[in-house]
């Protein structure tokens, strides 16, 4: 299976299955020197971890990671890092009927198509759990991103028809609330939004909004490479997200130029911007002001109402899909997005070191 392994200089290959004795990612150019335990992971693997909440799957896993390489005396040592998490609560006995036929919204058919053959356990490769070697290797990135004064903050922004007040906006409220809103009182509503999905036997969707502060400029590249473009690819990877959007997004195609453009002024010496339509990036390069992207999660597709599908011998079934699934998928997807961000930051400014002969003089020049 191709498709893997992403990343250029900071280069990340995940690995394992829903249902296989463990998942785990291999982080190859990281820099050498960075203080790092299994509890700076670990944080971020707590904040997708199943079974938290109400609002998230009763599968029990405590995702607990273990650093096979890489790291020696508390620091990375240069070399590829492996971190694994072991499976330990495995249900596979849950999938078996789904062996003969494709739920709907799911990748069993495209699967049986390119292959002739796919784990069907909890959808293998295609499950939400791939996703554990994303963040861990995010929490790696971010760790370098936060020693350069690059923060990432993801959240939730909206779940079905309930979205946040950016008055009430509150960036520990998102760490706090089930649904990992900023808006206590969004969050209330959701739930309840969510009580009402989960008695009808259904499941919804949302908005995941990541901002992206101390970024400086100049950091991507202005054709195929492009930030906002590299970031997009990052985001649209992870399995549930149907769209992304930068800055204004997919509003700007309503403003008037007037409207759209981000007028230029100095501010304590420095080039700065005094609105930031374009979330941070023009021309695919970043330009210092905030990065703000959106990534756009369909709703969960197992759902336990009765639904019409085929099986393996093109006849046409009705199946009611069993299990334990997450009625919502944008709360434990927060920390996937902003993990995934912080890889193709990273990645893009070891790329950019080479950009400038000064910059190599800098490092090489005696």
Known sequence: MAGSSYGKLFQITTWGESHGKALGVVIDGCPAGLPLSENDIQIFLDRRRPGRTKISTPRKEEDQVEILSGVFEGKTTGTPISLIVHNTSQRSADYGEIANYYRP??????????????????????????????????????KVLYQLGIRLTAYTRSIGPITIEEKQFDAQAALETPTCMPDRAASLKAEAYLADCMKACDSAGGV???????????????????????????????????????????????????????????RDGKVTKSTNHAGGILGGISDGSTILLRAHVKPTPSIFSTQQTVNRQGEEIEIAIKGRHDPVIVPRAVVVVESMAAITLL?????????????LRKVYQK
């Open 208 to 266: 995941i909004e990541c901002r992206i502060e101390g970024c400086p400029p100049g950091i991507g590249e202005p054709v195929f490479d492009k930030l906002d473009a590299a970031l997009s690819k990052a985001i649209m990877s992870i399995g549930a997200v149907k769209a992304v959007e930068i800055g204004d997004g997919i509003q700007a195609a309503l403003h008037k130029g007037s409207e759209n453009n981000d007028a230029f002024m100095m």
């Open 105 to 142: 919204g799911h990748a069993d058919y495209t699967f049986d198509r390119k292959y002739g053959f796919r784990d069907y356990r909890g959808g293998g490769r295609s499950s939400g759990r791939e996703t554990i070697g994303r963040v861990a290797a995010g929490a790696v990135a971010s």
């Open 347 to 359: 990645d893009a400014l070891l790329v950019n070191m080479g950009a400038k002969m000064e910059n």
